[in-house]
């Protein structure tokens, strides 16, 4: 059986993989469907925003999401460099795919949200928005190191030392482009921190344990696709 | 500790001297960032602001940087020597230092023109965008070095580097930038340091395993 | 419908879309996958002397 399949025990995946996904996805569609009715029918709407505050309900748990597979995705790497196992290299792979489709997401609903809320479909002043460029930014680029490196040991060191980078690069981004508004552009305040009720809160920390579980859901799915993917390459190898 | 500095030293001093006997990279990146300044000046529409020059001042470095970190481990490619230096008994990590200090020492004999250049086109440098630009060369090589050595493995190197250089170098951009024009640049400073520091030491300590097969 | 309501609706449409977008890909992915297994046991039994 190939090395990428191999679960910790070295047992090629099985029926237990699969329950595991399935509950998953039961938890995920709970969470979120239990979430956003809270955001709905229980939380107020937002005094100063009215109604389209109601996309911070999906928009941020989306963007805490994105950053928690990024952070996966860097552990993995890490673990790839510490033990050489090469699952991990999937593993990692995986991990930064959804993050950089969660991040996608968060561009776009952030995106919406700064359209309805200031009449700009992008404004420099949002500072989690121009964080998320730039990490996609960087993210996507992970994509092109991995297409345009041959398979093997070496793109996946270099795979795993770029998500380190990537997770590095998540604080002094921040950092930076909190430090840029006082030159560059005037930063907007936003409503997302400062004294959110606590209907709010609930609501929106159950849509992000829903958005984290989604996350978890696909991840298993994608990893499987690309675990077979690999296998039937090997196998091709060998049959040919 | 001492063989480890002289590795350091013998690989920093290799590159430069390879790079004073054959004089391809830095002339190039001399040539380049004086035009790159000249199409500037272009760029501008008149009443731009000074503000908006020494923004393009950055932008010239990184792209010159750039041209130089594309040359980085050019010679050590096309003489097939990398392996080489890998297989050597030094720390996989002096190389990565080694040739940080020689891509840091083009980017200061670059910028010895460039920023004359500068002063001379638009208008006169602040000490503290000096200090930035010399802090900034530090961030610059270290991680250039790194990606360079990365790129090197891909089939598509001259792309690859730009691509994964840019988005990491934005936070020294705008901590350069700063420095430059803000009131007090002493935060940007210090951030432009902290930049330095961290990705440095991440640099430093996984470089070894973007080199070995 | 406000124009805020039209807005919200119109980002959970995207999440919407991006989860059957992503189905859409899977189930490709699953397809061809399918094939490439078909394709290779053939290969197999060919190669056994069948």
């Not at chain 1, 399935?22 to 709407?45: D, I, K, Y």
């Not at chain 2, 001297?17 to 004089?23: F, G, K, N």
Request: net charge positive; charged share 15%; with cysteine.
């Amino acid at each position: 059986m190939s090395t990428w399949s191999r679960n910790r025990n070295g047992r090629a995946g099985k029926a237990g993989d699969a329950s595991v996904a399935a509950a998953l996805a039961v938890a995920a569609t709970g969470l979120l469907v239990g979430g956003l009715a809270l955001a709905f029918f229980w939380a107020p709407e937002d005094a100063d925003q009215g109604f389209s505050q109601k996309i911070f309900y999906i928009h941020v748990p989306i963007a805490l999401t994105a950053y928690a597979c990024f952070i996966v995705g860097a552990w993995k790497a890490l673990r790839l460099l510490g033990t050489r196992d090469r699952r991990y290299d999937l593993e990692s792979y995986t991990a930064i795919h959804m993050g950089v489709i969660f991040g996608l997401l968060t561009l776009v609903t952030g995106s919406i949200w700064a359209k309805v809320s200031w009449g700009q479909w992008w404004t420099w002043g949002e500072r989690q928005l121009v964080l998320f460029l730039i990490l996609f930014l960087f993210y996507s680029s992970y994509f092109m190191l991995r297409y345009s490196t041959d398979p093997g040991p070496r793109r996946e060191r270099n795979s795993a030392v770029y998500a380190l980078f990537g997770v590095v690069l998540i604080p002094v981004s921040f950092l930076a482009v909190r430090i840029a508004g006082t030159i560059l552009h005037p930063t907007i305040f936003t409503h997302k921190g400062a004294n959110l009720p606590g209907t709010m809160l609930v609501s929106v920390a159950v849509c992000f344990a829903g958005m984290l579980t989604l996350a978890a859901t696909l991840y298993r799915v994608e990893l499987a696709g690309k675990r077979i993917d690999a296998s039937l390459r090997e196998l091709r190898e060998l049959l040919a | 500790m001492s063989g480890y500095a002289a590795d350091v030293a013998a690989l920093a001093r290799k590159d430069l001297l390879l790079e004073l006997r054959s004089r391809e990279t830095l002339p190039a990146m001399l040539l380049f960032v004086v035009s790159a300044l000249t199409v500037f000046h272009f760029a501008l529409p008149a009443g731009s602001s000074a503000r908006a020059e020494t923004g393009l001042l950055w932008i010239a470095i990184v792209f010159t940087a750039l041209l130089g970190l594309g040359r980085a481990f050019a010679a050590e490619r096309e003489q097939g020597a990398l392996d080489g230096l890998v297989l050597a008994p030094c720390d996989r990590s002096a190389i990565w230092l080694g040739k940080t200090l020689g891509v840091t020492a083009f980017l200061v004999l670059a910028e010895l023109v460039a920023l004359p250049a500068f002063a001379l086109f638009f208008h006169s440098l602040s000490w503290e965008l000096v200090a930035a630009v010399a802090l900034a060369d530090v961030g610059i090589a270290a991680i250039g070095t790194l990606l360079a050595a990365m790129a090197a493995a891909s089939r598509a190197r001259e792309l690859l580097l730009p691509l994964m250089f840019l988005p990491l170098v934005i936070p020294v951009v705008i901590g350069g930038v700063g420095a430059s024009v803000a009131a007090n640049p002493g935060s940007f400073l210090a951030f432009l340091g902290l930049y330095d520091a961290v990705f440095a030491i991440l640099c430093w300590a996984s470089f070894e395993y973007v080199v070995t097969e | 419908m406000t124009t805020s309501e039209k807005y919200v609706t119109a980002a959970y449409l995207v999440l919407l879309g991006a989860l059957l977008a992503y189905l859409l890909i899977i189930a490709l992915k699953v397809g061809r996958l399918e094939q490439e297994l078909a394709d290779l046991a053939r290969a197999a039994r060919e190669k056994r002397g069948g």
